[in-house]
Structures are given as C-alpha cells and as structure tokens.
C-alpha cells in the first residue's frame, strides 16, 4: 500500500495554487507554465482548487499581514506529505516590497518551504525545473 | 423567506488572487454581495515615499504584473511633467508599442480566462498558446517575458532594431488571423453565447452612475477611453477606432476586448510605420523641482491615473495611484444581483479583475461592525504585532 501512494505521488503530483500578495506577474508565469507551450502537465501535475487535495503548494508574492492566517490555515489543511515551492522573488524573500508596512517578508516567516524558484517573476523554465526537481527528490525518498 | 449567506475565499480555483466575496442568497439568486478587498494589500504607497524617484519605476512596475507598463508609462509621464520636459519623438511612439503589446497580452490573456471560467478548457489552452506569441516579442525587444522595464524618466530603455520589425511584423500577422478566428467562436459557439449573453447586465445609466471605466463601460455603451478622451504620448497620431457595444452583457465585454486586441495590432503596425530614427531617451537632474503633477493612462482594464507630489527631496513627497479594478467593483456588486450563483465566476471574470492593481490602498470599511471578519484574536494579535508589544 505505502509503495503504491509513494507511485502515484512521484506520477501524479497534484498541485494548490495560491497568490499572498504577489503582483500577478508570477501568477501569469505560473499559470503559462501549465498552457500549452511548456506544459508541466506532462509530467502528471494537476491543478486542483481544494487544499485537500493537493500535494504541493505553490505559493507566489511576499506575505501580507492580511493573508498570513489565511496561508496558514491552507497549509494545515493538506494532507501530509505536503511541499512547499516557493515561487518568485518575493515569496522567497520579500523582493521588491521592502519597506511596505504591510508585507511580513518571504513564505518562510509563515510555513515550511521546500524549494526556492528566484527571478521576478519566475519564469516557466524556472517553473518545471523546480517541479522536476521535486519529483526527483520524491524518488529519492 | 430566510436568506443565507456563501462566503467564497480568499483562496479559491475561480480568481488567482485572494479576495472574498460574501454572497446574500435567496435559493439559488443572488439578492447583495459583500466584497472584501484587503489580502493583497501592500502598503505600496507608502512605499513609495521610501524610494528614490527612480527606483519608485521598478515599484510602480510591481503594482500590478499583467498591466505593468501603463503603470510605468503613467508614473514616468507625470514625474516627466514635474520636470516640463519633451520625450523624444521615437520614444514616444517605443511606448505606444510597448503599451499596446500589453494590452494584446492582457487581453488575451483575458479571454483565456473566460474560458476557463466557464468550463471551456480548450479555449483556454489555445488562446494561452497564441499569447506567447507576444510575449516573445516583449522578450525579443527588452528581454524579459512579463514586466520589460521599458520606460525611464525621459524617454524609453530599448529600441527595436530594424532586424526587429520584420519578426514583429511576423507575429502579428499570426496573432490577427488567430484573433479574428477566436472573434468568430464567441460570435456563434452555442455554448459561450448560453453562458454569457443577457448574463450581468450593467446599464449604460448604472455604468455612468457607478463610474465604470475601460471595457466595462465600453461594453455599456459609454465611449470613454483616455487615449481619445486625453492622448497621451502620441496616440492622436494614429487612426485607430473606440469600441463599444450596446449589449451591456458579459459577451459584450468579452467582444470589446476581441476588437480591441485587433485595434491594438493595427496601432502596433502604424507606429512601427511612423518611427523615425532618432534618440531614445533625454538625460535629466536626479531630483525634479518642487511641484506635483497627475498623469493619465488606458491601461487594459481601464483609466489609470497616477499623482505624484516632489518638494524637492529624494524620495516622492505622496505618489498615488487609482487603478481601474477598484473603480469596477461597484459596477461589479451591481451586476451580480438577481443572477445565479453558477454566473458568479463569469460575471466576476468580466471586469477582469485585478486585485493587485487594486489593493495599495487601505480599504476603510464603513461597515466594519458587521462585516469584519478577523477573530477578536486574530485582531489582537495584529495589533499587538503592529505595535511590537509581546503577543
């Protein structure tokens, strides 16, 4: 049984999407990652729009003070194991944003991250490198 | 009769962006709708206040990622009337072309989401394909796909090179006949037409009432458009057309946006046209004089204006900004009632919102009693946090 979910996790990740403050430009890029032209759908991955039924967490923009319960709550409600990417500038690190009162700085102040994509934004190559990356690590155990 | 209420959000598979609506329901019809904007709020105004008048540009560009060369062009324009100085010719038609190839994106861009709204996955599929098309011409010319970073105080950053055009050219041939073909699926595909015509009605009165602006309006029949209304840079110049139309619906707005990516493709050919070769950008002192200046500018979702007050400092003395989204939402509110909560995602998407554009500003509720929706200890906390008192 442990070897069948530890299969189909590493076949079919499926994926939640949230943005906490981003400035739409990662969402777009994440988004044209899964369209056509680059397609990380190919890779079995998912667009699923319940946390419960997701098994990575992709999060894009710096935390705002507003959002940061909210993401916390999402993140408890996946079930385990659960992954984190981090994606973009900002939601590694805050980016741009310095200074604004109203942004806590990168996901990490707020739940576990798993892997960091950098670039503002992100791009789709940057994208599917994380994913398969992933994948990789969720075959290495 | 009771009432119920459905609270959607602020993380859900319809808009990328966290925002929450608190749906009133009679059965299945939407009797009021309570918005509440706030999750993506940054304090990007005040953060303005901390940068230099240069780096305020690449903060400006980040306001919102998928409009974000109206916004740089407009915060650009008005710091460039503090200073009362002409951009050369060349660059102003460089923005022109800039501007409009955002405008191609985001539009598409747009009727990809409908799609996906409404359960149309193929057209989202195809018309996301297409779209790379600009997007590797905003890459060819600045070298980044989304935000080019292509205005400065004074002029523009890149040129296009003459070995440019011909793949420009190339592009948006391609990107004409596709549009034209997506024109004739929201035209006659019996299934877009069930979900969208006579669906989230605004009429012309309510949208002049309810200060809608861009494509919304338009699609109510109120000509409005900064580019004929207030040219900027140096639309006057070229011959394009206001679109409108007449049936106020959610097909209507998708249509405005069909014609206008087609307008835009035209304006794009035209300046290519008429750029003559020349200087690109003017050099200018680090700080502008005392004064305060507004600048207004047709970004794809609608009028944008940007205010921004020197006293002759480093940093900005105020900037701010009025984005179209935030103008939209009561039109939006007023759409909403009366139709089904199966309509909800596509009336919603029909102002194609942006929530990021919209929420640099703080949102005072007036009705905070009632609606608030922190917990007493999630509020406690924050204020606490805010005021670094141990929590």
Known sequence: ?141 | MSYYQVPIGPQHPAIKEAFQFNFILDGEVIVDVKPRLGFVHRGIEKGMELRTWVQGIFLAERICGICNVPHTTCYCLAVEKLYDIDVPERAKYLRIIINELNRIHSHLLWIGILGMELGFHTLFMYVWRDREKVMDLVEMISGNRVTPSMNCIGGVVYDITPEMIPIIKRNLDYLEERTKYYKSVLEEDPSIRARTVDVGVLSTEKALDLCAVGPTARASNVKSDVRFDDPYTLYDTIDFNLITYDTCDVWGRAMVRVDETLESISVVRQALDKMRPGPINVKVKRIPPVGEATARVEAPRGELLHYVKSDGKETPYRAKMRTPTMANIPSLCEMLKGYHIADIPAIVASIDPCYCCTERVIFIDPNRGEKWVWSYDELRNYSRKYYGVGV
């Open chain 1, 1 to 141: 049984m442990p070897s069948i979910l530890a299969w189909s996790r590493i076949r079919s990740p499926w994926i939640l999407y949230m943005c906490t403050g981003a400035c739409n430009a990662c969402d777009i890029e994440v988004l044209a990652a899964l369209a056509p032209k680059y397609d990380v759908e190919r890779f079995g991955i998912l667009l699923k729009g319940s946390p419960r039924h997701a098994d990575v967490l992709i999060v894009t923009g710096a935390v705002s003070r507003q959002v940061a319960p909210r993401l916390k709550r999402i993140y408890e409600q996946m079930p385990d194991p659960k992954f984190v990417i981090a994606a973009g500038t900002c939601a590694t690190s805050g980016g741009v944003y310095w200074g604004c009162y109203n942004v806590l700085g990168g996901i990490d102040k707020v739940i576990p991250v798993t892997m960091y994509v950098p670039g503002c934004p992100v791009r789709p190559e940057a994208v599917i490198d994380a994913v398969a990356k992933l994948i990789a690590k969720l075959k290495s155990g």
